[in-house]
C-alpha cells in the first residue's frame, strides 16, 4: 500500500476557473496527482468543490487562477472558511506550448505552482481602502453615463426637483 495517499498529508489544489464551471486538481505534497474533477461555477459548486478536496486530506492551500475575475466567488467562499488561497497566474506561452493547453493541465498547473512556492501572491480581499475606492469610482462612472444618456435636461429637473 505504498502508492495509497495518506488522508492525514496536506493536499494542494489548483483551479483554473471559467464563467461557467471550474476544473480542481488534488496534489500530495510530493507532487502526485490524488484526484480531478469539474464543478459548477456556483455557491454550491464551490461547496462541493471544497468537501471533495478535502476527501483527499486537509487543504494546505488552495492556488487559483483569476481570483479577481472568473475565481472571484470560489476565492471568496474559500476566504470565508478559512483557507490558504493563493493567486495563480496562467502559465505562460512556452510552458502551454509544450504541455499542451487543456483545463486539466491548467489546474494541475495551478496546483504545482502553490506547491513549489512560484504562486505566492495572497489575493485581494475587496475590504479595505483600495477596494472602497473602486466602488466610488464606478458609482461616479455610473452616474456621469446615465447622465450623459438622459435625453435634455430633464436630468437637472429630477435632481433639483
Not at 100 to 128: F, M, Q, W, Y
Request: with cysteine.
Amino acid at each position: 500500500m505504498g502508492n495509497m495517499p495518506d488522508h492525514n498529508e496536506f493536499v494542494i489544489v489548483g483551479v483554473d476557473t471559467h464563467a461557467d464551471n471550474h476544473v480542481a486538481v488534488v496534489l500530495d505534497q510530493r507532487g502526485r496527482q490524488l484526484g480531478a474533477r469539474t464543478f459548477p461555477a456556483t455557491r454550491a459548486g464551490y461547496a462541493r468543490l471544497v468537501e471533495w478536496a478535502s476527501t483527499h486530506g486537509p487543504i494546505d492551500q488552495i492556488g487559483i487562477e483569476g481570483t479577481g475575475s472568473w475565481g472571484r466567488g470560489l476565492t471568496l467562499f474559500c476566504l470565508s472558511r478559512g483557507l490558504v488561497v493563493r493567486d495563480v497566474d496562467r502559465p505562460d506561452r512556452k510552458t502551454r506550448r509544450r504541455v499542451g493547453k487543456t483545463d486539466l493541465v491548467d489546474a494541475d498547473a495551478a496546483a504545482r505552482a502553490v506547491l513549489a512556492g512560484t504562486a505566492s501572491t495572497l489575493p485581494k480581499t475587496a475590504d479595505g481602502p483600495v477596494e472602497m475606492i473602486r466602488v466610488l469610482h464606478i458609482t461616479r462612472e455610473t452616474g456621469c453615463t446615465a447622465r450623459s444618456v438622459t435625453p435634455g435636461d430633464c436630468w437637472r429637473e429630477a435632481c433639483n426637483g
